[in-house]
Antibody
Framework: EVQLVQSGAEVKKPGESLRISCKGS????????ISWVRQMPGKGLEWMGR????????NYSPSFQGHVTISADKSISTAYLQWSSLKASDTAMYYC????????????WGQGTLVTVSS | DIQMTQSPSSLSASVGDRVTITCRAS??????LAWYQQKPGKVPKLLIY???TLQSGVPSRFSGSGSGTDFTLTISSLQPEDVATYYC?????????FGQGTKVEIK
C-alpha cells in the first residue's frame, strides 16, 4: 500500500527555522517526484515545488522560490520542506503528494502537517 | 505562468441535480488537466486526470471533458457525500498550478 506519512504539527515563533518531513512507503521512492502544496486557513491549494528523489533535482513555484527549500534523503525515503526564518504568514497546512508518471497529477497525498507561526 | 480560473467559485444544488464546474487555462495545456475533491477537513483526493480519465474507485457520476484551454467537471447526480471543494490543476510543465476552487453545497 502506497503511503506518505508526514511529521506532526508544529508551533513556532517568527524568525525560527523549521523542517517538516514526508516519508514514502509501499513503492519505489526514487521512481516518483514528490510535490509540496500549501493550504492557508480557509483558502485554496497552492503548488510550492517538487523534487525528484533520485537525484534531488527541484523545481519551485515563482511564488515560493527563495522562501523555502525542498530536499530529500533517498536512503530513508523521505522528502523535506524547510524554512530558515518563519513568518506569521507561513501559518498553513502543508501537504506532500506523489507525482504520478514524473510530471503528472498527484495520485497519493500525505495527511498534512499544520504549521502555526505565532509570537 | 499559465493561470487556471474556475467558475463558479461556489454553488448550491439539490440532491440529484446535474452539476457542472468550469476550469479555464490562460494558455493551451492539451489534456494535462486533473480534478481533485477536498471534503471539509480532509486531504485532497484525485478524481480525474488527463482531463477525462476517472481515477480508480471514483464513482461514475463524476466525469471530465475538455482540451486546450476549456475544461469541465460534471457530477451527473449530486449526492450528499459530494459536498466538497473541487480544484482543477494543470500539469503540462514543471509548474503544477491549481485553480482557486469551487465549493459545492447541498441546497
Amino acid at each position: 500500500e502506497v503511503q506518505l506519512v508526514q511529521s506532526g504539527a508544529e508551533v513556532k515563533k517568527p524568525g525560527e527555522s523549521l523542517r517538516i518531513s514526508c516519508k514514502g512507503s509501499g513503492y519505489s521512492f526514487t521512481s516518483y517526484w514528490i510535490s509540496w502544496v500549501r493550504q492557508m486557513p480557509g483558502k485554496g491549494l497552492e503548488w510550492m515545488g517538487r523534487i525528484d528523489p533520485s537525484d534531488s533535482y527541484t523545481n519551485y513555484s515563482p511564488s515560493f522560490q527563495g522562501h523555502v527549500t525542498i530536499s530529500a534523503d533517498k536512503s530513508i525515503s523521505t522528502a523535506y520542506l524547510q524554512w530558515s526564518s518563519l513568518k506569521a504568514s507561513d501559518t498553513a497546512m502543508y501537504y506532500c503528494a506523489r507525482v504520478y508518471d514524473s510530471s503528472g497529477p498527484f495520485d497519493y497525498w500525505g495527511q498534512g502537517t499544520l504549521v502555526t507561526v505565532s509570537s | 505562468d499559465i493561470q487556471m480560473t474556475q467558475s463558479p467559485s461556489s454553488l448550491s444544488a439539490s440532491v440529484g441535480d446535474r452539476v457542472t464546474i468550469t476550469c479555464r487555462a490562460s494558455q493551451g495545456i492539451s489534456n494535462y488537466l486533473a480534478w481533485y475533491q477536498q471534503k471539509p477537513g480532509k486531504v485532497p483526493k484525485l478524481l480525474i486526470y488527463a482531463a477525462s480519465t476517472l481515477q480508480s474507485g471514483v464513482p461514475s457520476r463524476f466525469s471530465g471533458s475538455g482540451s486546450g484551454t476549456d475544461f469541465t467537471l460534471t457530477i451527473s447526480s449530486l449526492q450528499p457525500e459530494d459536498v466538497a471543494t473541487y480544484y482543477c490543476q494543470k500539469y503540462n510543465s514543471a509548474l503544477g498550478t491549481f485553480g482557486q476552487g469551487t465549493k459545492v453545497e447541498i441546497k
